[in-house]
């Protein structure tokens, strides 16, 4: 059963937004943190955004910071990922994942990940 489902990916224009959706289900062995990383073709995974259980805590790639914006609506186990601002980029494979342990802005420290929605931005 997939835990972590993402949605909401797709092909926009540069300057353009989406909003990325993670349903999460609840599980242990979780520190509450939940975060979204991408990967590009022929390139390592790296982190873009994370958030803390309250929402109060948010973690944000040099890369994204000011176009991104990460959100949680814990009634509805679900995180987001509000992208503006789109850049050609930007392009890559993204994934949500539920942090355990450890720094939250690597991918080391996370235990469960979806399966990724693809994120296409043309020029």
């Known amino acids: 059963q997939v835990q972590l489902v993402e949605s909401g990916g797709g092909l926009v224009q540069a300057g353009g937004s989406l909003r990325l959706s993670c349903a999460a289900a609840v599980r242990t062995f979780s520190s509450g943190t939940m975060g979204w990383f991408r990967q590009a073709p022929g390139k390592e995974r790296e982190f873009v955004a994370a958030?803390?259980?309250?929402?109060?805590?948010?973690y944000y790639a040099d890369s994204v910071k000011g176009r991104f914006s990460i959100s949680r609506d814990n009634a509805k186990n679900t995180v987001y990922l509000q992208m503006n601002s789109l850049k050609p980029e930007d392009t890559a494979v993204y994934y949500c994942?539920?942090?355990?342990?450890?720094?939250?802005?690597?991918?080391?420290?996370?235990?469960?990940w979806g399966q990724g929605t693809q994120v296409t931005v043309s020029s």
């Open positions: 958030i803390s259980w309250s929402g109060g805590i948010t």
């Open positions: 994942a539920q942090h355990s342990s450890g720094n939250p802005t690597t991918a080391q420290g996370y235990n469960y």
